[in-house]
């Protein structure tokens, strides 16, 4: 069974930073794709970041380009999101997946808040 555990995210003013983790177990970390998706208030869930397995063809959104990086360190079985430069609009609870991302997400983390004040 995939197992997501994430930590990070909190309160944050704009133009600032935050670090988001994602630790798999070993099967799950092994087989899929890792990647975030973001669901703000009122609205749906949108896929922000992913990548390989292999940590290469990185994929980002189109709104977070230049401004969030995602990662994965294999040792640690873990994936992360570093946020930059972080907006209003980026507030929303983040969650992490797992599968053939983006199109295909297998499994979830239980989300973490992140706040961007103005």
């Known amino acids: 069974q995939a197992q997501l555990a994430e930590s990070g995210g909190g309160l944050v003013q704009a133009g600032g930073s935050l670090s988001l983790s994602c630790a798999a177990s070993?099967?799950?970390?092994?087989?899929?794709?890792m990647g975030w998706f973001r669901q703000a208030p009122g609205q749906e869930r949108e896929f922000v970041a992913s990548?390989?397995?292999?940590?290469?063809?990185?994929l980002v959104a189109g709104a977070v380009k230049g401004r969030f990086t995602i990662a994965r360190d294999t040792a640690k079985r873990t994936a992360y999101l570093q946020m930059t430069n972080l907006k209003p609009e980026d507030t929303a609870v983040y969650y992490c997946?797992?599968?053939?991302?983006?199109?295909?997400?297998?499994?979830w983390g239980q989300g973490t808040q992140v706040t961007v004040s103005s």
């Open positions: 070993e099967v799950t970390f092994r087989m899929f794709s």
């Open positions: 997946a797992a599968g053939e991302l983006p199109n295909r997400p297998r499994a």
């Open positions: 990548i390989s397995l292999k940590g290469g063809n990185p």
